[in-house]
């Protein structure tokens, strides 16, 4: 590990000194590159750093058992089982921050929730789930819009797609993706059962035009009336898209704008992440054929939490975590949720990357 750290403390020097250049700075997009790199680089520098020490200061207190002073030696009995058991945990903790990263963990994401099973209260749930998350966005200062959503009545949601922009989006929020099954007690419901609903969140990288490639000649383009609230203008102008991807047969739609344009630009937004998922998941499953975590598939098979309303508590089952806070998670408070998630799955990583396990 020592050499494995000093060269990437070599790499991080090498990285100031060209952002320093002129010539760099004049190209910004080589600017950008090599400074995300250094900026990735420091919380291993940083610790590397301390972790050196360490074995520094083990090395000296090694020496000095070797030689005849016996005071000398006492007191550095004690100091280097101190020393030991710090450099285990920088160990540790130097592992984690070695593991390869998701390069989409910086990315932009596009969301979207649908209600599954259970009718009216499943389309309400999804609409809490919506809500949740918006909550959760504002408390992270991420910018959030809405591409598309398909209200019903009584304030639930069949479908609703948004994007989340703001620092380290998707990296947060991709293990959100599967079934999130709720227990309640439905508005509608009149002799006060219980009932189980749930609804599907699909969490997707937001894909950039480098990402994915689409041939205009492979997208069929029809455009129609909306239909839905809005007034007399949905009615009268085409301005609703469908977008269809010949090669792979996905179909996105969109209709809330007033411009055609617009409706546009979203569904191709939508279309790119979705096909940059699908290029994902192929890639994911030709290394590997089965993770105890889902990983930006969103798949819908999983259930991954339960919220129990009476209980006041929400699960996560992948990691058998359960809180009894359900009532500050629904108004956005998921860190807690979020990280335990993520440290259980960068667990996962350093034992498959680990010689041995």
Not at 48 to 67: H, P, R
Not at 166 to 188: A, C, I
Not at 253 to 280: F, G, V, Y
Not at 317 to 322: D, E, G, P, Q
Request: charged share 30%.
């Amino acid at each position: 590990m020592k050499e494995k750290l000093l060269e990437i403390q070599q790499r991080s020097e090498e990285l100031s000194q060209e952002l320093a250049k002129p010539e760099v700075f004049s190209d910004q997009d080589r600017y950008k590159k090599l400074g995300k790199e250094h900026k990735d680089l420091q919380p291993i520098v940083e610790k590397s750093k301390e972790y050196l020490a360490v074995l520094g200061n083990l090395e000296e207190d090694l020496e000095i058992l070797k030689g005849s002073d016996n005071e000398l030696k006492e007191l550095v009995y004690g100091e280097i089982e101190e020393i030991k058991a710090r450099e285990e945990e920088l160990q540790e903790e130097l592992k984690i921050l070695l593991i390869p990263k998701d390069p989409n963990d910086d990315k932009n994401a596009i969301v979207e929730i649908r209600a599954g099973t259970g009718g009216d209260e499943a389309a309400i749930f999804a609409a809490d789930l919506y809500r949740m998350y918006i909550k959760y966005a504002e408390r992270k200062n991420w910018k959030v819009e809405e591409l598309s959503s398909n209200m019903i009545g009584i304030g639930g949601l069949k479908e609703v797609i948004f994007s989340l922009n703001g620092s380290g989006v998707y990296g947060t929020l991709k293990f959100e993706s599967g079934v999130h099954r709720v227990q309640r007690v439905p508005v509608t419901e009149t002799s006060g059962r219980i009932h189980t609903s749930a609804a599907t969140v699909a969490v997707l990288p937001e894909a950039e035009d480098v990402d994915v490639d689409i041939d205009p000649s492979e997208l069929r383009i029809d455009t129609y009336r909306a239909s839905g609230a809005g007034g007399q203008h949905v009615n009268k102008v085409e301005s609703a898209i469908r977008i269809t991807h010949l090669p792979s047969g996905l179909v996105v739609t969109c209709q809330d704008e007033k411009s055609q344009h617009k409706n546009k630009a979203k569904a191709l937004k939508i279309l790119r992440s979705r096909l940059l998922a699908n290029m994902q998941a192929e890639h994911e499953a030709e290394i590997a054929a089965q993770r105890r975590l889902m990983v930006s598939t969103g798949d819908r098979s999983a259930k991954i939490k339960t919220y129990n309303f009476p209980q006041g508590r929400v699960t996560d089952h992948r990691i058998s975590l359960t809180l009894y806070k359900l009532e500050s998670v629904m108004v956005g408070d998921l860190d807690e949720l979020i990280d335990a998630v993520k440290i259980a799955h960068n667990m996962d990583l350093l034992q498959q990357t680990t010689p041995g396990t």
